[in-house]
């Protein structure tokens, strides 16, 4: 059909809806219509270009939504690989529509921010008119926003699913959304899109709960017992005063249900007491924790409709865990810095998990050893690879980061190699001077941190891999991102959790420093230092941090006899004049 002939009917249908005329359009959508039309006055002749939020004020929204972002990655990321083969993109909006995280394929890099399907584009109803994240937001549901549902003309080639998500207190505050550049005519073909983004949003409340509510009951909620520990409809939190603390969506829309409240207040049912949702005595609740059949897990709703429950009991606050209790490596590396005392303390809460760890620091800081203190301190063992991203010569980075299939080129080694990300693989992979890699190969790096998997130069199938990335930078890597020289997408798939570790100059553990450098340079041997060379060296401002040292300590044991150093043999910048 010719464009105009096909604007002019869409401004049509919108002005006869308007007017009240019959319409085969969903009512949300056309309720949207009508919002667009007169509250907000926008004008369905316009055609708007997607609204692409500035750098400044982007970072502002991504802050405000940081627990948000943590909490929804996992599960966008589980979303996307049962999506993506289908044309799929994700975006996580906040409360205001403003898009703080996304994941879409690279290839269609340029049409996706185009269409708004990008980080920093703005959704809300006001600016965009009918559209997934807008009409969500509004009503605080979900809905499918398909093609010509859209208001503005210039977004009816998109398909957009999405589905609010609900804090434990009951607050909106994002959405997640699912959208195709072209879809299927038909708005069914979105049907079974709808129920999965649902239910990735059911986990991503539930997982927010808990992750929230640690100090109380968590009660796991679903209308039969079948699913009940592997996926629950929904989930509250009670404190130990018997109040209701927390709760998924689906619990407000179950409860509100069961007392007949057609419309309810974010604050509905967080601060009433247990008893008057359910039947049943909130001090018998630890009763359910010996629950063997489904019989004892039923509970009755103050309407008498039953609910089997799933308990889990709070987590005892214990007193901060002695430094004893640290694993050794992690333990091994400060004598008594506050500051790198708190790093390690919170790098062994991580340790285990799967997540991304970025090490910020000053050059020379020891940015590799204490990544391979992570490294020694998992469980899990493997091996560890450091890649100097800054030394590896363009040109031979990207056979050396991801191998080559054999015969793959001229004066490839006729069995292949193994590239060292593959090398990597059941291990760590240290990534020294990220900022330093070249775009396209982060381009390519990003593949393989989202998919688990390696491509090898010249070889037609991927290669599983399971690492642990640790990223290091001498520069803040958010700072390169604002300036456009590291990529966006891949900063954020690497920033799991940021580390910074402190410059030698401000340390308050220099003396232990100096005795491991020492020992660490003379082998083991015996190396003293008089007491106006130790005095020297706890003056220096050591600007090139532990790596100066150890080079000034090489220096000294050439220099000294019979290994004690004096001031002569430090130096002559070291020496006070």
Not at 147 to 152: P, R
Not at 179 to 194: D, G, I, N, R
Not at 290 to 310: C, K, M, R, W
Not at 373 to 389: D, T
């Amino acid at each position: 059909m010719d464009q105009s002939i096909a604007f002019a009917r869409h401004v049509q249908e919108i002005v006869s809806a308007a007017e009240g005329k019959q319409t085969t359009r969903d009512p949300e959508v056309v309720q949207s219509w009508l919002r667009c039309l007169n509250d907000y006055k926008l004008d369905p002749e316009h055609k708007g270009e997607a609204r692409i939020l500035p750098q400044n004020i982007l970072r502002q929204h991504q802050q405000e939504a940081e627990d948000l972002m943590t909490i929804a990655r996992f599960g966008m990321e589980d979303l996307y690989r049962r999506v993506n083969s289908m044309g799929y993109v994700l975006l996580l909006t906040d409360a205001k529509g403003v898009t703080v995280d996304f994941i879409g394929d690279e290839k269609v890099d340029r049409e996706l921010k185009r269409a708004g399907l990008y980080i920093g584009s703005e959704w809300s109803e006001q600016n965009a008119g009918t559209c997934g994240v807008g009409a969500c937001l509004t009503s605080g549901e979900a809905i499918v926003v398909h093609q010509t549902d859209h208001f503005d003309m210039a977004h009816t080639p998109l398909s957009c699913t999405a589905a609010p998500i609900y804090h434990s207190d009951g607050s909106l505050i994002g959405v997640l959304d699912v959208s195709l550049l072209m879809s299927p005519t038909e708005k069914y073909s979105q049907a079974l899109t709808l129920e999965v983004v649902k239910s990735c949003v059911r986990r991503i409340e539930l997982a927010n709960l808990m992750n929230s509510r640690k100090s109380d009951w968590i009660l796991r909620l679903n209308r039969t017992s079948e699913f009940l520990g592997v996926d629950p409809s929904c989930a509250i939190s009670v404190a130990s005063d018997g109040t209701i603390s927390g709760l998924t969506h689906g619990a407000h829309q179950l409860f509100s249900k069961a007392q007949g409240v057609r419309k309810f207040s974010a604050q509905s049912f967080v601060g009433k007491p247990f008893e008057e949702v359910f039947d049943f005595d909130f001090n018998d609740i630890p009763c359910l924790l010996a629950a063997e059949t489904p019989g004892e897990q039923a509970l009755e709703l103050s309407d008498g409709q039953v609910i089997f429950a799933d308990v889990q009991a709070p987590l005892r606050r214990e007193r901060a865990p002695a430094r004893s209790v640290l694993p050794k490596p992690l333990a091994g590396i400060h004598g008594g810095d506050a500051s790198m005392q708190i790093l390690a303390e919170k790098a062994a809460r991580i340790v285990d998990k799967q997540i991304s760890i970025i090490l910020e620091g000053e050059t020379g800081v020891g940015k590799e050893y204490v990544a391979k203190a992570l490294h020694a301190s998992r469980k899990k063992k493997g091996p560890f690879v450091a890649i100097n991203c800054a030394a590896l010569p363009e040109a031979l980075i990207e056979s050396e980061l991801f191998g080559y299939a054999p015969n793959s080129f001229t004066g490839a080694n006729a069995k292949g190699k193994k590239g060292l990300i593959e090398q990597a693989n059941g291990g760590t992979l240290f990534l020294d001077e990220i900022g330093d890699m070249p775009l396209v190969l982060q381009a390519r790096l990003l593949r393989v941190l989202a998919e688990k998997e390696v491509m090898p130069v010249g070889a037609t199938k991927p290669v599983p891999v399971d690492i642990r990335v640790i990223s290091a930078s001498h520069r803040k890597l958010k700072s390169l991102v604002d300036a456009g020289q590291f990529r966006q997408d891949l900063y954020y798939r690497l920033n799991g959790v940021v580390l910074s570790i402190p410059a030698l100059r401000d340390r308050t553990d220099k003396p232990w420093v100096i005795r491991q450098i020492a020992a660490l340079v003379s082998e083991g041997s015996v190396m003293r230092f008089s007491k106006p060379a130790e005095e020297a060296l706890l003056a220096h401002d050591w600007p090139g941090n532990i790596r100066e040292m150890i080079n000034v300590f090489e220096l000294c044991l050439a220099l000294s006899n019979d290994g004690v150093v004096g001031i002569e043999d430090l130096p002559e910048n070291l020496i006070p004049q």
